[in-house]
């Protein structure tokens, strides 16, 4: 438990040794108390000291863009748990096919969903073996991979200096300190095949994680943050093999990227411990989730509320919040009733199965059979690719003329190039959502009505599904 706070005190940014950048950071409280969401040190609310170190990071970034990725120095890269992914995989397809078992409600061990729709008839027309999603062809293997190619496919669809500001928070605007994170960070994704993960999305998954909804975002708390539902007693280590839990976190978190627009760029999660059993308790899960959210997604929560926690864990709390910054405590809020839950979410976008008015109960909704039709057209996807190109390389031109003018202390022109970077960022987002539709396979989130394809998140769509 105590590897739980220490994680997500490393989401927040410490100010002491930089007292002119970052001030105002108020705890998640008071956030709460206000009806405020606090914009201290986001994308568009940066103090000129922010604004500065902002420019210094993409000068950097920009001198190292054409260099190889794995010539560039970074942070070590943490695997927070030692597995030989194909040793694993292989171990649970021998139980598959010798022991096999039902993990829940008709889905088997080590079954994908690619494999229930297969037995349900879902097949596509367009793809070979009726597969719903095209082959994946990477772009980036081998050592020809440079940072360029790698930094913007971990961009996806956020504004070029949401994820940047990411990493200058988590590492308390220590320039260096945050440009190694980044450069970990983007060595990860390509290390994990991340590009992949997002391609295939939840036609890949493990089927029984899917059908038990083991976590999912729905609605949204006081701030504007998604809430994301993690219920502990759904979950058991012996149900499926580390790589194929660890694949479905990476696309759980990928998943939740496309439900975050600033000024909200972060979450609340709700972990759910209602019949909560040592059963339910997986470690290299957790080390694992901890790890991610500490090193590969920084500054991506905004609150943890453990609900109906056993009651040690008022006990261990009072041990470990001293220890903590008083930011750090804050964000971590405990509910043992109802009442605890409706201080951050309204009646209405509360599940009426923790008390509120919201009648959702989550239910997998499964693949059709050509939601994926622009995967298929290779032509359409060259062009959104090529459009996109030339959209990054005119951020890349402004943000250079921003970094100069910043260099040469010319005020007026450092404030002109930024705007210009704003208009240039804002039509990368239009150009990446273009290409995400032939790159990335349509997920739960579509499929509810929740997430349209211009990027608009609309939890009332779901609502209606009672």
């Known amino acids: 438990m105590a590897g739980l706070f220490k994680a997500i005190s490393r989401q927040i940014t410490s100010t002491d040794s930089m007292p002119a950048v970052g001030i105002g950071r108020e705890a998640i409280t008071t956030q709460f108390t206000k009806g405020r969401v606090d914009t201290c040190g986001v994308y568009r609310h940066l103090s000129p000291q922010e604004e500065n ?14 260099k190889p990725l794995s010539s560039v120095e970074c942070d070590a890269i943490v695997c927070p748990v030692e597995c030989d992914d194909e040793q694993e995989l292989k171990k649970a397809r021998d139980t598959e096919e010798n022991s096999p078992f039902e993990v829940f409600k008709g889905c088997m061990f080590n079954e994908r969903i690619s494999d229930k729709c297969k037995q349900l ?22 050592d020809k991979v440079t940072l360029r190619q790698a930094f913007w496919a971990a961009v996806r669809e956020d504004h070029p200096d949401v994820l940047v500001l990411r990493f200058l928070r988590a590492r308390k605007w220590d320039l260096d300190k945050a440009y190694r994170m980044a450069v970990a960070a983007v060595k990860w994704r390509v290390q994990e095949r991340v590009e992949e993960i997002i391609w295939y999305g939840d036609w890949a998954n493990d089927a029984s994680l899917m059908w ?3 976590s999912y975002a729905h ?32 696309w759980m978190m990928e998943s939740l990227r496309q439900l975050l627009s600033p000024p909200i760029e972060r979450v609340c999660l709700i972990t759910d411990l209602t019949d909560h059993s040592n059963a339910n ?8 989730f901890l790890k991610y959210l500490e090193l590969f997604y920084p500054e991506c929560l905004g609150i943890c509320i453990v609900y109906n926690g056993p009651w040690w864990f008022s006990g261990v709390w009072k041990l470990i919040s001293p220890l903590l910054d008083p930011v750090v405590a804050s964000k971590v809020q405990f509910a043992q009733k109802p009442e605890g839950l409706l201080k951050y979410i309204d009646e209405n976008e509360l599940l009426e199965m923790r008390g509120g008015k919201d009648k959702y109960v989550y239910e997998y909704v499964r693949p059709a059979a050509d939601e994926n039709k622009l995967m298929f057209d290779k032509e359409g996807r060259q062009q959104a690719a090529d459009k996109l190109d030339e959209v990054c390389e005119q951020f890349v031109q402004a943000t250079k003329e921003w970094a100069d003018a910043k260099e040469s202390g010319d005020d007026d022109g450092f404030a002109a190039a930024a705007e210009k970077r704003i208009e240039a960022s804002d039509l990368f987002v239009e150009a990446a959502r273009g290409k995400d539709m032939y790159t990335r396979a349509r997920n739960f989130y579509h499929r509810t009505g929740v997430l349209s394809n211009d990027g608009t998140v609309d939890w009332s769509k779901v609502q209606k599904l009672e």
Request: proline fraction near 5%; charge should be negative; charged fraction near 25%.
């Open 53 to 66: 170190l902002l420019a210094d990071f993409w000068e950097k970034l920009l001198d190292d863009f054409d």
């Open 121 to 142: 008839g879902i097949v596509s027309t367009l793809g070979q073996e009726g597969e719903l999603v095209p082959s994946y062809e990477s772009s980036m293997a081998g």
């Open 212 to 214: 038990k909804g083991v």
């Open 219 to 250: 609605g949204k708390d006081k701030l504007g943050h998604p809430i994301v539902w993690s219920g502990s007693y759904l979950h058991h280590q012996k149900d499926q093999s580390y790589p194929q839990l660890k694949r479905y976190l990476i």
């Open 281 to 288: 308790m997986d470690w290299p899960f957790v080390k694992t």
